[in-house]
């Protein structure tokens, strides 16, 4: 398996841009998780989908963020208006239940200039 | 109060050391997570606990879920074990996890 795909690994953007980022989980994996870092607040859970429907989107900042899951081996985190303080390195990670640790992406490492 | 509180905070070590982390949470929990990220900034899944310990190689988790408390510990340190150890806790109900602010760990040779 190639494990959690994100795309893209690296984006640089003007401020007010849309920016999209892509994640394809381990196939068969029920949970999907977008979670973003940042030197100040660390990691921090953004949304989470539980057989594509969205669980817990209460770290999602303000309005400018959505997610959506349109099927079990696809979602994308929009950002629009982007902002600079929206600069940070954004991961997905997928599960298969409770009993089962997480797989982590390699992260999108977004800078908005 | 952060929910999840690790120590110590950097960690510096001279290879073959033994290490530990440790972390402490004040919620209720249905497991509790170690996970590992490189400088390259890849997170990598150590271990998930409920209660009791497990060891895979020279690492090693305990919880004590009375205490609230678990540890990380790595046995006859090397360079390569030179990374940020971060504990995230999952509540007592739904799949979300809470993280500590890691530790980051420098191993010398």
């Known amino acids: 398996d190639a494990g959690v795909i994100q795309s893209p690994r690296h984006e640089v953007t003007e401020m007010g841009q849309e920016v999209t980022l892509r994640c394809k989980p381990i196939?068969?994996?029920?949970?999907l998780f977008w979670y973003r870092q940042t030197m100040m607040r660390g990691l921090e859970l953004l949304i989470y989908?539980?057989?594509?429907?969205?669980?817990?989107d209460s770290g999602m900042p303000e309005d400018r963020f959505s997610a959506k899951m349109p099927n079990a081996s696809f979602s994308t985190l929009k950002i629009q208006p982007s902002e600079p303080r929206d600069s940070a390195v954004y991961f997905c990670?997928?599960?298969?239940?409770?009993?089962?640790?997480?797989?982590f992406g390699s992260g999108t490492r977004l800078t908005v200039v | 109060k952060n929910e999840v509180e690790q120590s110590p905070q950097n960690l510096t070590a001279q290879e073959g050391e033994f290490i530990t982390i440790n972390c402490s949470y004040s919620?209720?929990?249905?497991?509790l997570h170690w996970l590992q990220q490189h400088p390259g900034g890849g997170i990598v899944s150590l271990f998930m606990?409920?209660?009791g310990k497990k060891k895979h190689g020279r690492l090693i988790a305990t919880i004590n879920i009375q205490e609230k408390h678990s540890s990380l510990h790595i046995t006859a340190s090397h360079p390569r074990d030179s990374a940020v150890y971060i504990c995230?806790?999952?509540?007592?109900?739904?799949?979300?996890?809470?993280f500590g602010g890691g530790t980051r760990v420098l191993v010398k040779p």
């Open positions: 990670a997928s599960s298969i239940d409770r009993d089962y640790g997480y797989t």
């Open positions: 196939s068969g994996h029920n949970s």
């Open positions: 989908f539980n057989n594509n429907v969205p669980i817990d």
């Open positions: 919620v209720g929990i249905s497991a």
């Open positions: 606990l409920s209660s």
């Open positions: 995230a806790v999952r509540g007592a109900a739904g799949n979300k996890l809470t």
